[in-house]
T-cell receptor, first 112, second 111 residues
Framework: GESVGLHLPTLSVQEGDNSIINCAYS??????FIWYKQESGKGPQFIID?????DKRQGQRVTVLLNKTVKHLSLQIAATQPGDSAVYFC???????????FGQGTTLQVKP | AAGVIQSPRHLIKEKRETATLKCYPI?????VYWYQQGPGQDPQFLIS???????DKGSIPDRFSAQQFSDYHSELNMSSLELGDSALYFC??????????FGPGTRLTVT
C-alpha cells in the first residue's frame, strides 16, 4: 500500500505487505530529514534519518528515500506488522538550530 | 537506555492560571526542544536551548517562557492559560543538535 501527497492521511495495508508513506517537504535548503512513528498518547519515536547528501538509507525493515529534485521523502516498511500501526511523521531541519518542521502525519492501519 | 523524562504527565488547569512543565533530557544531551501538538495535528516547534542558552524560537506565545538550567533540565512556564493551550507538550533532547529523542509528553487540559 502507498499514500500519495499530503492530503491522504490514512494508509491501510494487509499484514505482511510492504507499506510506502510519502511526504513532500517545504524547504529546498533543508539538509536533514527524520521519520518518526507516534502511537496514540505517546511521544514521537525515532525511526530513521537521512542527510541531504544521500538519496537512500536502510534500517531494519525500513528504507528512506530522498528526492531533492522534487522535495520528496518516502518511508518504506517491509513486511508490515500490526505493531507498525501508528501515525508516521516526516520532519525536516535546516541550519544549525536543530528545529524540526513536521509534515502532516499519515495514519498507518495494518489489517491482520 | 535512559529516555527523556517529562513531568507531570497530565495537568488540568483553569483559564488564566499558570502551569510549569518540566523536562529532563537524556544524560549527556546538551540540547532541549519544546513542541506543542494539538489534537490531530503535527508537532509545532516552540523553543530550543543549547548549552543553557536559547538557540531558536518558533511559534511560542509571549505568555510562555522557558529556560534550561545548569543540570540541563528545562522548564516551560505558561501563564494566563487559554482554552486553546490545551494540547500535548513534548520535550525532545539531542547531543549537539543531532537526532532528537522525544519524551512521553505532558497532556495539558485547560478548562
Amino acid at each position: 500500500g502507498e499514500s500519495v501527497g499530503l492530503h491522504l492521511p490514512t494508509l491501510s495495508v494487509q499484514e505482511g505487505d510492504n507499506s510506502i508513506i510519502n511526504c513532500a517537504y517545504s524547504n529546498s535548503a533543508s539538509d536533514y530529514f527524520i521519520w518518526y512513528k507516534q502511537e496514540s498518547g505517546k511521544g514521537p519515536q525515532f525511526i530513521i534519518d537521512i542527510r541531504s547528501n544521500m538519496d537512500k538509507r536502510q534500517g531494519q525493515r525500513v528504507t528512506v528515500l530522498l528526492n531533492k529534485t522534487v522535495k520528496h521523502l518516502s518511508l518504506q516498511i517491509a513486511a508490515t506488522q500490526p505493531g507498525d500501526s501508528a501515525v508516521y511523521f516526516c520532519a525536516e531541519n535546516y541550519g544549525n538550530t536543530g528545529k524540526l518542521i513536521f509534515g502532516q502525519g499519515t495514519t498507518l492501519q495494518v489489517k491482520p | 537506555a535512559a529516555g527523556v523524562i517529562q513531568s507531570p504527565r497530565h495537568l488540568i488547569k483553569e483559564k488564566r492560571e499558570t502551569a510549569t512543565l518540566k523536562c529532563y533530557p537524556i544524560p549527556r544531551h546538551d540540547t532541549v526542544y519544546w513542541y506543542q501538538q494539538g489534537p490531530g495535528q503535527d508537532p509545532q516547534f516552540l523553543i530550543s536551548f543549547y548549552e543553557k542558552m536559547q538557540s531558536d524560537k518558533g511559534s511560542i506565545p509571549d505568555r510562555f517562557s522557558a529556560q534550561q538550567f545548569s543540570d540541563y533540565h528545562s522548564e516551560l512556564n505558561m501563564s494566563s492559560l487559554e482554552l486553546g493551550d490545551s494540547a500535548l507538550y513534548f520535550c525532545a533532547s539531542s547531543l549537539q543538535r543531532t537526532k532528537q529523542y522525544f519524551g512521553p509528553g505532558t497532556r495539558l487540559t485547560v478548562t
